[in-house]
C-alpha cells in the first residue's frame, strides 16, 4: 500500500511546466519528507477511529479496504454517473456528480464513496471530509482492490483542491489527471493543497504538458520611424541628402588639358555650395603666349542634388534570457518567472 501525508500551506504536486509528469509517493514516516510525523495507520492507512458524524475520519467500519463487505448506508453519500443529484446519496439512491456528494457530505458530516468511473469535474473537498473511491457499483458497493474513481478536470483547471480547516482529509484510490495546459504560459496541476492535512491512500496524480510563455513585444519608443509594426526591429532615421555635407560643399571638377597646346589649360572647377547655395566661379586659364588668358566660366546655379535612400536596417537586438526563477504557487496555482528583456536592435 502506498500512503502519504501532507500537512501544507501552499502545495501543488503533479504539476508541469513542459513535459509530462507523474506523482511522487513517500512513507508516511517520512518525517523530512512529509514536514509531518504522524503515526502509520493500520491496513486501512487510518490513524484514528474516531467516528464520521464529528467530522473526523471515520470508524474503520466505514472504510471500504477495511471490509471484506460492502459499508452501510450512514456511513456517508454514494455517488456514481448514472445517479442523480436531486436524490439523498443513498447506495439505492446515488447522486451524480462529485460535487454535489461532497456538498451533502460536508452537510452530513460523512464521507463520500465513489464508483470505479471517471469523473468529468473539478473537485474541492473541504478540511474534515473523506473520500473513498473505487467502489463496484455494479455490485453491492464493495471495495473493488485495484480499481480507481477518476477526476478528470477541463484544461486550465486544477481538478482536485483541498482547503483548509480543522480536521483531515482522507483521500483513498483516486487517480487525478491534469490535461495540457492551452493558454500562453499556462501549467498542467493535479491536486492543490491549501493549507490543509491531507493523507493520500493508493492514489496516483499526472500532470499534463505546460504551454510556453508568451513571446516578447517589439519595442515602440522613439528610436526611429516605425514604418512596418510586424517588423522585428525597429527601422532607423533616414539618412542625410547628399549635398547636406560640411559648408565646404563639393569639391570642383579638375581643368581641361589642351593637347595643342600644353602651356594653355583650363582652370579648376570652383567648388561646390551646400544645398540651398551657388558653387563659386572657376579659376582662370594658364596663359599662353600674347593671347593672354582665359577667363573662369560663372558658376553653375542649378541644383543638382538629390535625397540619399534609406540606409540599411540595422541589426536585430540580442534576445533577452529566459525566466530562471522559480515562479510563485498560490491559491489560484503557478505562475511562472517571466523572461528578461531583449536588447535594443
Not at 458530516?109 to 467502489?135: H, K, M, N, R, W
Request: charged share 20%.
Amino acid at each position: 500500500m502506498r500512503r502519504v501525508h501532507w500537512v501544507a500551506g501552499f502545495f501543488a504536486f503533479a504539476m508541469s511546466l513542459g513535459p509530462y509528469v507523474s506523482g511522487c509517493f513517500n512513507k508516511s514516516d517520512d518525517c523530512e519528507a512529509n514536514l509531518s510525523c504522524g503515526q502509520p495507520g493500520g491496513p486501512g492507512g487510518m490513524t484514528s477511529t474516531s467516528s464520521g458524524a464529528g467530522g473526523g475520519p471515520p470508524d474503520a467500519k466505514c472504510v471500504p479496504s477495511s471490509n471484506a463487505g460492502p459499508v452501510s448506508d450512514d456511513c456517508g453519500i454514494f455517488v456514481e454517473l448514472a445517479g442523480d443529484d436531486a436524490r439523498d446519496g443513498t447506495k439505492s439512491s446515488p447522486v451524480q456528480t462529485l460535487t454535489k456528494a461532497i456538498e451533502l457530505a460536508k452537510k452530513g458530516g460523512g464521507a463520500v464513496y465513489a464508483c470505479g468511473q471517471v469523473f468529468p469535474e473539478t473537485v474541492e473537498i473541504p478540511a474534515g471530509v473523506s473520500f473513498f473511491g473505487g467502489l463496484d457499483c455494479q455490485g453491492d458497493w464493495s471495495y473493488a482492490e485495484g480499481k480507481k474513481t477518476t477526476i478528470e478536470g477541463a484544461p486550465d483547471v486544477i481538478p482536485l483542491r483541498i482547503v483548509k480547516g480543522a480536521g483531515t482529509v482522507l483521500v483513498e484510490d483516486v487517480l487525478v489527471k491534469a490535461t495540457d495546459a492551452t493558454q500562453d504560459g499556462g501549467s498542467s496541476i493535479a491536486v492543490l493543497i491549501d493549507g490543509a492535512t491531507v493523507d493520500f491512500t493508493r492514489c496516483e496524480f499526472i500532470a499534463g504538458n505546460g504551454v510556453p510563455g508568451t513571446k516578447g513585444t517589439t519595442p515602440e519608443e522613439a528610436i526611429g520611424s516605425l514604418d512596418n509594426p510586424d517588423d522585428p526591429g525597429v527601422i532607423g532615421a533616414p539618412g542625410a541628402s547628399a549635398c547636406m555635407g560640411d559648408a565646404s560643399g563639393n569639391m570642383g571638377g579638375v581643368g581641361k588639358a589642351n593637347d595643342i597646346c600644353t602651356e594653355s589649360n583650363g582652370g579648376n572647377g570652383g567648388d561646390g555650395g551646400i544645398e540651398g547655395a551657388n558653387g563659386t566661379s572657376g579659376a582662370d586659364g594658364i596663359p599662353a603666349g600674347d593671347g593672354g588668358k582665359g577667363k573662369g566660366g560663372p558658376a553653375d546655379t542649378g541644383t543638382g542634388c538629390e535625397p540619399g535612400g534609406y540606409g540599411q536596417d540595422g541589426l536585430a537586438g540580442a534576445p533577452g534570457a529566459g525566466g530562471v526563477g522559480p515562479g510563485t504557487i498560490s491559491v489560484s496555482g503557478y505562475v511562472g518567472a517571466s523572461g528578461e528583456p531583449g536588447a535594443r536592435g
